[in-house]
Antibody
Framework: QLQLQESGPGLVKPSETLSLTCSVS??????????WGWIRQPPGKGLEWITS???????YYNPSLKSRVSISVDTSTNQFSLRLTSVTAADTAMYFC??????????????WGQGSLVTVSS | QSALTQPAAMSGSPGQSITISCTGT?????????VAWYQQHPGRAPKLVLY???QRPSGISNRFSGSKSGNTASLTISGLQAEDEADFYC??????????FGGGTRLTVL
């Protein structure tokens, strides 16, 4: 059974870079059948799609975050990672790593990690 | 991309049916039959309950059904049960190859 687990600092200072890693078990990030991605949820608010990646390097980014976001896959560790630069308090959120159903970019997210709360504060 | 529009809150009594709407634009909801709905209980990750407008993943009750007309999609829950009380989010594939979500609807079972 697929399991996703986020890890990374829970506190990041303003203007610094947020880095999170998602460890995958029960599946392989090398599969090209579906995408891996990140979604965030500010406290008490709704969901926001951040980015997705297919093995082979195709990436998609939320246009509003594109200039600050990058996503990568590490097949040697079966993990994928998120980097968000120049963070502000508005980036405080629960960050979920996710996987889509088999298919293209139009496939919905079907698997979620438990989430990692990241607070941006000095 | 702007968030999809959902009612902030809805309520219903056990056994009743409720319908949650989700309004977008021709660049998302209206342009594709790729609308999904998620249920989120407090402190938990969202759970997929419908996709491709009206398809149910394995294990999801047939009390959940979906439809779409123009730029508005809808989730109907029939035979409301106490366990249905949760936040519900719609999501849509968009013309930028990403997904956009609604602001969420808090469903209360009276």
């Amino acid at each position: 059974q697929l399991q996703l687990q986020e890890s990374g600092p829970g506190l990041v200072k303003p203007s610094e870079t947020l880095s999170l890693t998602c460890s995958v078990s029960g599946g392989s990030v090398s599969s090209s059948s579906y995408y891996w991605g990140w979604i965030r949820q500010p406290p008490g608010k709704g969901l926001e799609w951040i980015t997705s990646i297919y093995y082979g390097g195709t990436t998609y980014y939320n246009p509003s975050l594109k200039s600050r976001v990058s996503i990568s896959v590490d097949t040697s560790t079966n993990q994928f990672s998120l980097r968000l630069t120049s963070v502000t308090a508005a980036d405080t959120a629960m960050y979920f790593c996710v996987r889509g159903l088999p298919g293209g970019a139009a496939a919905p997210v079907a698997y979620w990690g438990q989430g990692s709360l990241v607070t941006v504060s000095s | 991309q702007s968030a999809l529009t959902q009612p902030a809150a809805m309520s219903g009594s056990p056994g009743q049916s409720i319908t949650i709407s989700c309004t977008g634009t021709s660049s998302d909801v209206g342009g594709y039959n790729y609308v999904a709905w998620y249920q989120q209980h407090p402190g938990r990750a969202p759970k997929l309950v419908l996709y491709d407008v009206s398809q149910r993943p394995s294990g999801i009750s047939n009390r959940f059904s979906g439809s779409k007309s123009g730029n508005t999609a809808s989730l109907t829950i029939s035979g409301l049960q106490a366990e249905d009380e949760a936040d519900f989010y719609c999501g849509s594939y968009t013309s930028t190859y990403t997904w956009v979500f609604g602001g969420g609807t808090r469903l209360t079972v009276l």
